[in-house]
């Protein structure tokens, strides 16, 4: 099956999550992190990314908690969320691949 690519913001919510379950301070924090402080999501975003995201069977509700008085919910990754993540890194590595070569042999005379 061919996707649509994933937009940067979702490829790092489903990144943080293929690690494990995270309640949305964690995957904001992880999000982040993992992108170098680049991407900074803003709570109202993420909710409604988690909410398509689990409206597509990639994400999904792990557990609740209550902690000091408040609801805190985890999401995990389910497995086609995983599947799909794992296309997206696929692509994304093999463009890495041809890019690499392309530009090596530009920088060295040569061509591709």
């Not at 993992?34 to 995201?53: E, H, K, N």
Request: charge should be positive; charged fraction near 30%; proline fraction near 4%.
């Amino acid at each position: 099956m061919t996707y649509a690519p994933l937009r940067e913001p979702t490829f790092l919510i489903l990144t943080a999550l293929a690690a494990r379950p995270q309640h949305g301070y964690g995957i904001l924090r992880d999000v982040e992190e993992i992108s170098d402080c680049r991407v900074v999501l803003q709570a109202g975003t993420l909710y409604a990314a988690l909410d398509r995201l689990s409206g597509d069977g990639w994400v999904d509700v792990d557990r609740e908690e209550v902690v000091d008085g408040r609801l805190r919910r985890y999401y995990r990754l389910t497995e086609p969320g995983a599947a799909r993540l794992a296309a997206e890194v696929e692509k994304l590595a093999a463009h890495t691949r041809v890019a690499r070569q392309r530009l090596r042999a530009r920088f060295s005379g040569g061509t591709a």
